[in-house]
């Protein structure tokens, strides 16, 4: 089963930059839907950006032109690169993935719903803590 690791955190100040690794274990970090996730303190977990399986990324609004996701498919690593930040991205940040050993195919065709930020990513790391001061 794959499983995910996240690292990286730290604290910034506004306008700084942060990039975060996901190391992807037990699978391959293209083998399957990935995302980041990220929980302010007090609110309600929140998608920053999903990838489908052609690694094509949809940003949360919040996010988009100011983070990016990149990849080593030889190390395994998912990397979220956060620029421009600002305090309302503080957050615990989450790597997920999306389990498919139980999946189902139809000859090459995988049986899944289109990756979505409501995509029910069941493989979750412990999280890395950003804070961004003002």
């Known amino acids: 089963r794959v499983q995910v690791a996240e690292s990286g955190g730290g604290s910034v100040q506004a306008g700084g930059s942060l990039r975060l690794s996901c190391i992807v274990s037990?699978?391959?970090?293209?083998?399957?839907?990935m995302a980041w996730f990220r929980q302010p303190t007090g609110k309600q977990r929140e998608g920053v950006v999903v990838?489908?399986?052609?690694?094509?990324?949809t940003y949360a609004e919040s996010v988009k032109g100011r983070f990016t996701v990149s990849q080593d498919n030889a190390k395994n690593i998912l990397y979220l690169n956060m620029n421009n930040l600002e305090p309302d991205d503080t957050a615990m940040y989450f790597c997920?993935?999306?389990?498919?050993?139980?999946?189902?195919?139809?000859?090459?065709?995988?049986?899944?719903?289109?990756?979505?930020?409501?995509?029910?990513?069941?493989?979750w790391g412990q999280g890395t803590q950003v804070t961004v001061s003002s």
């Open positions: 997920a993935a999306d389990d498919t050993t139980d999946h189902d195919y139809v000859g090459d065709t995988h049986l899944r719903p289109p990756v979505s930020f409501s995509y029910p990513f069941d493989v």
């Open positions: 037990g699978g391959s970090v293209s083998g399957q839907y």
């Open positions: 990838i489908d399986i052609d690694a094509s990324p």
